[in-house]
Structure formats: structure tokens, C-alpha cells
């Protein structure tokens, strides 16, 4: 048994994982990481149309700030975020776009004077002032107030990664290629490390660390429909969650991208909505004003995949030979800005639909996009049932999404999470508590255990198919835990998921090669991803309300008397055909903005019993802080200040604003 | 669509973990469908007909780079290429000048972050500092849309694979570098000179070994300007060297 020492061990070498590792190492920690491919194909390259940061450059920009990027982001989220955590991020989030920019990201910037855009269907020019001109510039995405949205081009997340990498490169920080962390090596309270297998030669690596973070992106492939690459298979999460100790949070909450092309359901950014594209239905007609008059094609993702998915119910869809779907517009944006600010997209639409976005309409329906839940953490990352296990980005449910993430905050919380949870590893080494005392006898338990279970796999005869299997999943997710969910539904998933699970306890593997071998890896990988599927179908089936991206067609209204809470899911006992749920409240009384509407998506709520009191408390300290000093008033409602670690503390200078 | 053809697929098959295995090509069959791509036959040929087939797809969406292999000689991304823009015979092969996994997967991965390193790829200079609470440095709006778009490079490796002097000189660094230093070179934020950078690729291995076949311009997948971009840092950098005391 190879037995490979570091301080901090991180998986996943995506945007997340690449930030806190180099975050780890600045500060004196070895950090290694894993990644199951090279971490420049990493899924944080699709990202394309960017990421919130509330700079306030451009006019459209102007007067924002973190208070408004706060107030998006719960809202957004339905009140299901962590408030806290909302705070740390938006604060955090101006540092991480010009510390990007010092790495080299070469986010488009404001050019003085007129330019002409499309809003609401029609030209209209925009003057842009002197004393920005050359600075970062922001596109509108859907659910903010601001343009806030800071972007290369539709290539964002392409040039964040290759210069995040590229650092990490600088800084020496080994990536270890092709590598599968398989099982976390634990002795029941605190995490020590991973068993990981070689994907090329089969090998079975012991990594033993003082930290081991687990950032390994969404979960997407339980679906059948995803804009997720064919990576985001969630094996990090679900390797958390066979610990049995440590939770995953909010499972259930899913969001559900209105435009993934159809019907291979590869994304086109919210930044063609977002620069004036409009959803048109069979009938050519622009529905979207008639649901939502107020944010229209542009309120937040769950609410237009919810508008969209209602307007094809009522038979307006296009119908093809694949099936129903409508259609985005963007040819009212012109050829040149197509070409130079969407020019992913038009790439797409050339090479897999064959058409021209200039000239032609592209086919679009919602298609799961994101997972809100993940590896429960506190505000540091930090797994609060497993010591040393710490998550970030999309892995994690740090929580700062609740139940529906804004376009544009998922990168941004790539870095942004990267950068928190990489000085909180950090202090966490430079703590005594950093210490390990396992044994490499009690490292070998967990080695022997993971080299007997893929020796099961490769001499057993089992005669079930993974192919069959995840196909299946694949389909009971996306047809019964989707965009709109029922009771009834849901316990047939759930019914249906733990069939499959006990069929994948005989599945067979006719390749029986040690090293690189495909069925192998399809095999091992089901099984855990069955678990993820079960806890998101529980999940929903136990939440009867609707909150954010999770729709209960038999609970329409959010209900924050009952369910202001957060999903806890574990998994104990690994025969188990369900996890064990926990509901971890949400504290309105220190809540800074209290439960309320969102403005949009016109559902209705039930307010919690504290609601009232704390907006009692809050219009209280709100007439009572009367001067115009915004970070006393905030601070007096929630103070969050202390929270961040010391090297990310303070102010964001802004144009216009005061230091 | 009219009658639905049939495909024949002739794919490499090697995998060098296996003792006493020998590189061969495999046939198979797939019916065509409709917006067929190579990333859907060589995943129903892996779920239908050969579990043990090995080949790298992430985004399936022509972003990652992944997916590059030979598709009839020729190196491109599978997961965008179209079965019917192909004839009914093809024939997929991993890239050469890569260290071959299996199949048709090759780590391009440990390639480039070796190029990477050879190269010192990132930005240098003091901004890489600059306070973060501050205002961000201003830039010319232009100057970071060229940036990008030297920038859209994916490290596929189809311009390595389809590189003359990269299959005769190991050691080449192949129009994928040349590229990144031109995008570094025009970086007001990045600080190095042209001396310094003469130092990385004014040799053979660099930018002297171009013979200016140019396959990598052909076959780029993110059509790069790799021809007018290895000419002008060749005019750079014979100017550096001849000034260099």
C-alpha cells in the first residue's frame, strides 16, 4: 500500500479546489490535489456568461453594491441561504474578480460614452462615463437589480479556470491526474485522508492529510436531461456520505437551466437573456411578459424553467421528432455582438444544431443545471459532524444558494468559497487541532476494504447491467424529480431507486482488467450515485412545500412556518435503502433581510411565527441608524465582519464610493 | 432524413496495461441517427457492443478539449464532429505525440502542465499582488478583447498532433505554447521582456523549429490565429536574439 502524505489533501481540480489549494499553499501548507481529469477540463470551464461581483463600473452598474447583491441572493434563494454566508460571499466576491484580474482574466472592460443595447426587445443607448472607462464591465443576468454579471466574452469560466490553474502551476502545487478518491479514511469524528484509485493503472493510493477538501462539483448525471459534463457524477459528495457521519445538505434543491439546447441539453448562457434575447413559444409569440411582467424572461432560473415548462403544458411548445420545446431568440442582438460576446454559443449552435443564431431560432427546454446541495458545511467549510473534512463550491451546501442559485453567483462562488475555505484549512494546519493520529494500520483497513469491494465487482458473477441501471436512474430523476414534483411521484422514485439499488448489489463486470477499464468504473460509480438519487427523491417527497427550484404541485406555497429548515441527509448503515433525514432550522431573529416575497414567480407563503417580530426589530434599527453610513446600518442588523477570515476583512473600494 | 446509414467504425484498439496486448484496429456497426456526433457512437459502442472501450469525453460540448483524436487522419474534437458531415467508413485513432492510456484516450493532461511548467505559463510581475480592496487596474478595452482572443486556446493538442516538426522533435513546443507566450506577451500585466522570453522558446525546440507547415492553423478546433502569431513571435524574437549581448 502507497502511502502519499500532505497537509492538505484537496479533491477535485476545478475553480474550487485549484483556489483553496493555492489559498492552502501561500500560507507555508502543502496542499495536494486529486482530479478524476486534467484540471483545465475541469466542468468550471463551461461556465460561460459570468460571474457576480458588485463592482458598479458600468451604468447600469451604478448605486450597486454588496447590500444588493446580498438582498438578490436570498431572495433569490427563497430564504433557504444561509445569511451569514451570503454575507462572507458577497463581500468577498469584488476581492476575488480583481485578484482574478491580477492573475490575468481578461474580463471585458467599459468603453466611455454610447453604446447601443437591447432591453426589453428594444435599442436603447447607454452612455457610459469617463471615469470608468477601461474598468471591469457587468452584463445583466436574471434575479439581480444590477448589471452586475462580470464576463470574458461567453468564455468566463474557460479563462477563470486556465488562470487559476496557471497559478497553481506557479505555485508548484502537484495535480494528481486521473485520480478517484474512492473512500475517506476516518476513525469516526475526524477525517484523515482518502483511499483513491489510479485511473490508468488501477492502483489503489492511501493519502493521508490534515485537511481533505472535498471540491468536486454537482451531481448533474442522476438526471437524464443535464447540462452537466459526463464528470459531475458527484462520486465526492456521495464518498462524504458514506462516511455515515458526515450530512449532505438540501439535496432535494436542484435547479433546472431554462436553456439548454434541445435535445442534447447542452447549455446556452443566461448572458443571451441577459444582453435582450427574448423565449418565444410555437406561435413565435413572447410569452414570458404575460407571467412574470415584472422580471420577464430575466427573473430567476427557477421561476422562467417553472414559466416555460407551464407554457408547453398548455400546448404552445414546438413539437420535432425528439419531442417539445420552445425557442430563444437572440437574433435581435445583431451578427457582430453575436459573434464577439456570445461567440460560444454561436459555436454550439453551429456544430451540434446546425444553425445560425444571427438568422435562426434555437431550440431550447429547461434541463437540470446545478446542485444548491452538497457536502454540509459551517461557515469555514468545515463538515460540522467530521472534523478535517472540509467542502467548497458546488460539492458544498456552505450555503449560500438556499434553494435556487442566481446565474452568475455559481462561479463566484467557486473562487469566492476557494479563497475562504483555503485561509480556514490553513489555520485549521496551523492549529493543534490539525494533527492526525491514525495509524497506516488503521489507513490499511479502509485500503483493504476498497480493494475488496472492486475485487467483488471484477470476480463476481453478477448478471445486472450498469448501463441498464444508471439509465434508468437517469430517467426516473428527470421524469419524477423534476421541475414540477407531486407526492405521488416522488414515493414511485423513491420506490423505483431502491429497486435499483438492490439491483446494483449483483451487478456484473464482463472487462476484467486491474487497470484502466471503463465498466469498472461504471459499475463502482452507480451504486454511489444511487444514493445521491435517493436522497434528492426523499428529500423532495418529505418537503411538502415549494421553495425556490423544488415545486410541489400538492404544496404550492412556500411554507416557512414548517419548513424554514435545511435537509440534513446520512447515511449510516451502507445496507441501508434510505438515508436518515435531520431538519436544521433557520434562525429568523438573526436574520438581516426576514422572509418576505420575492418579487417575482407568484407563489404565495406562509410566514413563519418570528417573521413579524424580527421585521419589527429590523424597521427598528433601520429608523434608528438614520445616518447614511450603510455599513453601520448592516452592521447593526447582522454582523458578519468577524466571521471572515483576517486576510479577506475589509471594504471594497468602489467609483463613487467613499473607501 | 432519408434510409438511416449504416456506419462502420474502425477504431485503434491498444491498451499497454495489458500484458501481451498489440495494437489493432476493431470494427464496428452503429446506425446512424439523427444529429449523430462521435460522442454518441463511441458511447453506444461502449454501452451496446465493447464495455472496455476507452476514450476521454468531459463537456461533450466542444469547450474542455478532452476529445481530440484522429477522425480519418485528421485531428479534431469527436464530441462536435457530426457522423454526417463523415462517410460511412471511419476510422478514429488516438493523437499521436501523446503519451497513449488506452485507445483512444491520451494524456494530453500531463503534456501540457509539463509545457506549462517548461514554458513558466502565468502571469509575472508585481500585479499578480496588487491589493484586492482596491479599485482593479485599468485596461484597454481592445487590448483584453485581444487577449482573449488568444486566450480561447482549450489544450486539445490537435495543433501538436498535426504538427510536422513536433512528430520528428520531441522536445518541440508545439504551436499551443508559442500561442500562450504570444497571449502573455500582449498582456500589459504581464512583465517579462522579449529577452526573457527569447530564453524560453529562441531555440529549435521553439520557435526556430517551426517549418511553417501550419497544420496547426488548419486544424485548430478554436480557429486561433496559430499562422500570424507564430510569424510575428519568430519577427520578435529573431529581433531579441539579435540584440542579445
Known amino acids: 500500500m502507497k502511502i502519499i502524505y500532505t497537509d492538505v489533501l484537496v479533491i477535485g481540480g476545478g475553480l474550487a479546489g485549484l483556489r483553496a489549494a493555492i489559498g492552502v499553499k501561500r500560507r507555508g501548507h502543502d496542499a495536494t490535489i486529486l482530479s478524476l481529469v486534467p484540471p483545465k477540463r475541469s466542468h468550471s470551464a463551461a461556465a460561460q456568461g459570468g460571474m457576480q461581483a458588485s463592482l458598479g463600473n458600468s451604468i447600469k452598474g451604478q448605486g450597486d453594491n454588496e447590500d444588493v447583491h446580498f438582498g438578490d441572493t436570498v431572495r433569490g434563494s427563497d430564504w433557504g441561504a444561509d445569511q451569514e454566508v451570503v454575507r462572507m460571499f458577497v463581500n468577498t466576491a469584488p476581492k476575488a474578480i480583481r485578484e482574478l484580474a491580477n492573475w490575468g482574466v481578461p474580463w471585458n472592460r467599459v468603453r466611455r460614452g454610447d453604446h447601443d443595447v437591447i432591453i426589453n426587445g428594444k435599442k436603447v443607448t447607454l452612455t457610459e462615463q469617463d471615469n470608468a472607462h477601461g474598468l471591469i464591465t457587468a452584463r445583466d443576468f436574471g434575479g439581480t437589480k444590477k448589471w452586475r454579471t462580470c464576463y470574458v466574452s461567453d468564455g468566463t469560466g474557460h479563462s477563470m479556470l486556465y488562470s487559476v490553474s496557471d497559478q497553481a502551476i506557479a505555485q508548484q502545487i502537484p495535480v494528481h491526474e486521473r485520480m478517484e478518491a474512492m473512500r475517506i479514511i476516518h476513525d469516526g469524528s475526524r477525517c484523515c485522508g482518502v483511499v483513491a484509485r489510479n485511473l490508468i493503472t488501477g492502483e489503489l493510493v492511501t493519502y493521508l492529510a490534515k485537511a481533505t477538501c472535498i471540491a468536486t462539483g454537482g451531481f448533474g448525471r442522476i438526471y437524464r436531461s443535464t447540462t452537466n459534463a459526463v464528470i459531475n457524477e458527484g462520486i465526492g459528495a456521495a464518498i462524504a456520505l458514506e462516511t455515515g457521519i458526515a450530512s449532505l445538505g438540501n439535496m432535494e434543491a436542484i435547479q433546472f437551466h431554462p436553456t439548454a439546447i434541445f435535445p442534447a441539453g447542452i447549455l446556452v448562457t443566461e448572458g443571451c437573456r441577459g444582453d435582450g434575447g427574448l423565449l418565444l413559444d410555437a406561435d413565435l409569440h413572447r410569452f414570458m411578459p404575460d407571467y412574470e411582467p415584472e422580471k420577464m424572461e430575466l427573473a430567476s432560473r427557477d421561476v422562467v424553467s417553472r414559466r416555460m415548462e407551464e407554457h408547453i403544458a398548455k400546448g404552445k411548445a414546438v413539437t420535432n421528432r425528439f419531442g417539445r420545446h420552445l425557442w430563444l431568440d437572440i437574433r435581435l442582438l445583431g451578427r457582430a455582438h453575436i459573434e464577439k460576446n456570445l461567440r460560444e454559443v454561436n459555436e454550439i449552435c453551429h456544430y451540434f444544431l446546425g444553425i445560425d443564431p444571427a438568422e435562426d431560432l434555437i431550440p431550447v427546454r429547461p434541463a437540470q443545471h446545478y446542485s444548491m446541495g452538497g457536502v454540509r458545511t459551517d461557515y469555514r467549510g468545515e463538515s460540522p459532524t467530521l472534523q478535517g473534512l472540509f467542502s467548497c463550491g458546488e460539492a458544498a451546501c456552505w450555503d449560500m444558494h438556499g434553494f435556487n442559485r442566481l446565474g452568475g453567483n455559481s462561479v463566484a462562488e467557486t473562487v469566492v468559497a476557494g479563497m475562504i475555505v483555503g485561509e480556514f484549512m490553513a489555520d485549521f494546519c496551523d492549529s493543534g487541532d490539525s494533527e492526525i493520529s491514525v495509524s497506516t494500520a488503521q489507513a490499511k483497513e479502509f485500503w483493504e476494504r476498497e480493494r475488496a469491494q472492486i475485487e467483488a465487482l471484477l470476480d463476481g458473477d453478477g448478471d445486472e447491467s450498469s448501463v441498464a441501471i444508471l439509465a434508468e436512474m437517469q430517467n426516473v430523476m428527470t421524469d419524477k424529480v423534476g421541475i414540477f414534483r407531486n407526492g405521488e411521484n416522488l414515493q414511485l422514485a423513491v420506490d423505483e431507486l431502491q429497486a435499483l439499488m438492490l439491483r446494483s448489489r449483483n451487478i456484473g463486470v464482463a472487462t476484467k482488467a486491474r487497470g484502466a477499464n471503463p465498466e469498472l468504473v461504471a459499475a463502482y460509480r452507480v451504486k454511489r450515485m444511487l444514493k445521491l438519487a435517493i436522497c434528492t427523491a426523499y428529500g423532495a417527497l418529505q418537503r411538502t412545500e415549494s421553495r425556490g427550484a423544488h415545486f410541489r404541485e400538492d404544496h404550492t406555497q412556500r411554507n416557512d412556518q414548517e419548513w424554514l429548515n435545511r435537509t440534513l441527509a446520512t447515511w449510516e448503515d451502507d445496507n441501508a435503502l434510505l438515508p436518515t433525514l435531520n431538519y436544521e432550522p433557520l434562525d429568523v431573529m438573526r436574520m438581516e433581510l426576514p422572509p418576505g416575497d420575492r418579487g417575482y414567480g407568484g407563489a404565495d407563503h406562509i410566514d413563519h411565527p418570528d417573521t413579524q417580530r424580527r421585521q419589527a426589530e429590523v424597521d427598528g434599527i433601520r429608523d434608528k441608524v438614520t445616518e447614511a453610513d450603510r455599513f453601520a446600518l448592516q452592521d447593526a442588523l447582522m454582523p458578519y465582519e468577524e466571521l471572515l477570515p483576517v486576510a479577506l476583512r475589509g471594504r471594497n473600494e468602489r467609483l463613487g464610493e467613499n473607501k | ?245
Open chain 2, 1 to 245: 432524413m432519408a434510409e438511416t446509414r449504416k456506419l462502420s467504425l474502425n477504431i485503434l484498439r491498444y491498451n499497454p496495461q495489458l500484458e501481451g496486448d498489440k495494437p489493432r484496429m476493431q470494427a464496428f456497426e452503429v446506425d446512424e441517427s439523427e444529429n449523430m456526433t462521435l460522442f454518441m457512437v463511441l458511447n453506444l459502442i461502449r454501452e451496446q457492443q465493447d464495455p472496455s472501450l476507452q476514450f476521454d469525453f468531459v463537456c461533450r460540448a466542444g469547450i474542455c478539449g478532452s476529445c481530440a483524436m484522429l477522425i480519418d487522419g485528421r485531428p479534431g474534437l469527436a464530441c462536435r464532429t457530426l457522423t454526417k458531415d463523415l462517410g460511412t467508413e471511419i476510422t478514429l485513432a488516438p493523437l499521436p505525440a501523446f503519451e497513449l492510456i488506452a485507445d483512444l484516450s491520451v494524456n494530453t493532461g500531463k503534456w501540457m502542465r509539463a509545457m506549462s511548467e517548461r514554458m513558466e505559463a502565468w502571469i509575472h510581475g508585481d500585479e499578480t499582488e496588487r491589493d484586492i480592496r482596491q479599485m482593479e487596474a485599468p485596461m484597454n478595452p481592445d487590448e483584453a478583447e485581444e487577449i482573449y482572443e488568444l486566450e480561447r486556446c482549450i489544450e486539445c493538442g490537435c495543433c501538436v498532433a498535426a504538427c510536422g516538426t513536433a512528430q520528428m522533435r520531441e522536445d518541440f513546443v508545439g504551436a499551443v505554447a508559442l500561442n500562450k507566450l504570444a497571449r502573455f506577451r500582449l498582456d500589459p500585466r504581464d512583465k517579462r521582456s522579449d529577452q526573457e522570453f527569447y530564453e524560453l522558446i529562441g531555440t529549435d525546440d521553439g520557435v526556430f523549429g517551426c517549418m511553417s507547415l501550419l497544420a496547426c492553423n488548419d486544424f485548430c478546433p478554436k480557429e486561433l490565429p496559430l499562422q500570424t502569431q507564430i510569424a510575428f513571435l519568430r519577427r520578435k524574437m529573431l529581433k531579441a536574439g539579435l540584440s542579445r549581448k
